[in-house]
């Protein structure tokens, strides 16, 4: 057995025999022609981006009939890759000059335009690296003549291994067969991430190289809530991954029961509101779905990675307005740009050489260093307010400072708008995230500022205990039930109550139901979580008697090890919930 840890992108486990994608794509012929073929060379190249574009405009609309607009996007953005005049320009001098085949052609100026790309940022290039393969795969297939799919229709459920996938191949992928995918390569905020979210396949990219330990056919374990990938279990590890996918498996229908009409109180009546983490627009009907009380955490990275250029402020309206429509009068928290650390793009002036980023110009320390780039977005969120109950949320606010400095900004944005006669909502909620120590530290004085609090335990976590839960060589000190953290909860949960702000938690640790008697027994009454996790955690709450939650949480507090925490925790869950495996 192999255990390899990879960066999760899209929660979930899955057991299978490994598909092993061909990593090698569409031969080329042939690189040159004979000078009295250069025309119709240019001609095939011509037909091939017209063929190419169409079938993109294909893929898009089906795409967004599954999945939404948004979704339909990414491979939208496509077309105008293959209808671009320069792309097809430079193609076409390559041909004239060189007397390159079509083929050639398209190869070389797409790697030649990645490599110039990678010269001045690359980082940007990594970034669009997939898109532009994806280009090139999809010109040569139509220059060919392959328009096979291996990936489309599998025979048999399989859990799909490779290298990297393109965004168009990942598109094509179809739940029912494809139970997981794990690549070598990729990042959090690819293309091929997001979609693999969006289709809730377990997916955990960027696992380094692995591909040579693994046949087909071979049984593979895709956890892509913590980001492993384990080849050849052995038959404990094996056994426990059963039952917890089972877990997963019965959880995931409970969305379908009458249940989720019910709202979420537990055995002796205190009421406990779960909303849903978002960062597409399409994300609001399945949180809606499930039964979530609101939106806590509506990411907005979204509307800038993988782009050139910063949304508009209309493109930012519109995206808020969709979400806050769909939920009518429940409320959705918004929380402004929190690029940085390992979300970046070029045109929000992020320097992507820094040394330590998660230290570096992140969240509401890049905004304040570019205020029009700030400024834009709280003008749409303050327009969209008028279409639901909108709240406002600042991320990564290390000091006091901070906050008040974002506050200003923000008053100074209502006073534009209401110059300008632009209807707003004037008491819209401000809230902080508390995701680094000196937050937690200084809670009593932010909740003074704000009118609520939402925990980011991720961060928290990372912050406190100084360990990065992506790098695998200390990834065993990341553990959210550490003393530390908890501690940490306990005090921002203790000054929000002393000036009446609620608190919410929003990171992984609020959507795992091993952890929700801990949280209410510390005084938390409102989680936040993935779509996917509501059910569940209604279930696990519906079961909870808060004089017994107060009492474990007591006893968490006096213990010193996350060892200690994690088996009181299995020994509470196994007599609460007795049929399922933490």
Known sequence: MEIRRGIAVSEGIAI????????????????????????????RLRA?????ADSARVRQQSLADKLGDDMGDIIGSHVGLFEDP?????????????NYSAEYAVSRGIRGYLKRLEANDAAWAARL????????????????????????QPGTPVVVVANDLTPTETSQLDPKTVHALATESGG?????????????????????????????????IVDGTQGLVILDPDDA???????????????????????????????????????????????????????????GLYRTEFLYTNKSHDPTEEEQYEAYCAVLTEFGSRPVVIRTLDLGGDKFVPATGIAAAEKNPFLGLRSVRLCLRNLPLFKTQLRAILRASVHGDARVMFPMISTVMELRHCKSVWREVQEDLEEAGIPYKHDLPVGTMIEVPSAALMADVLAKQVDFFSIGTNDLVQYTLAA??????????YNPADPAVLRLIAQVVKAAAACNVPVTVCGEMSGEPAYTALLVGLGIRSLSATPRKIPELKRTVLALAVPDAEKLAAEALRMETAREVNALLSAHWRRTLPDQEV
């Open 129 to 152: 690296r997939p898109d532009f393969l994806d280009l090139e795969k999809q010109l040569l297939g139509a220059l060919v003549g392959d328009r096979t799919q291996p990936l489309a």
């Open 188 to 220: 959090a905020t690819s293309h091929t991430a997001i979609l693999a979210g969006a289709l809730e396949i377990p997916a955990v990219v960027g696992v380094g190289k692995f591909l040579n330990d693994v046949s087909g056919g071979d049984t593979v």
């Open 48 to 52: 091939a981006l017209l063929d190419a």
């Open 86 to 98: 320069k792309r097809q320009a430079e193609f076409e001098s390559l041909i004239r000059v060189h």
């Open 468 to 477: 990065d839960r992506n790098n695998e060589t200390v990834a065993d000190l």
């Open 16 to 43: 299978g025999p490994a598909l092993v994608l061909d990593t090698e794509g569409v031969r080329i012929p042939f690189r040159t022609v004979p000078a009295d073929r250069v025309d119709g060379e240019i001609a």
């Open 237 to 295: 590890t094996l056994r426990r991954y059963e039952l917890l996918r089972r877990a997963q498996l019965s959880a995931s229908g409970i969305h379908r029961l009458p249940t989720r009409e019910v709202p979420a109180v537990t055995r002796d009546g205190s009421r406990i509101h779960l909303h849903g983490n978002i960062e597409f627009p399409s994300e609001a009907r399945p949180c809606l779905d499930r039964g979530a009380d609101g939106i």
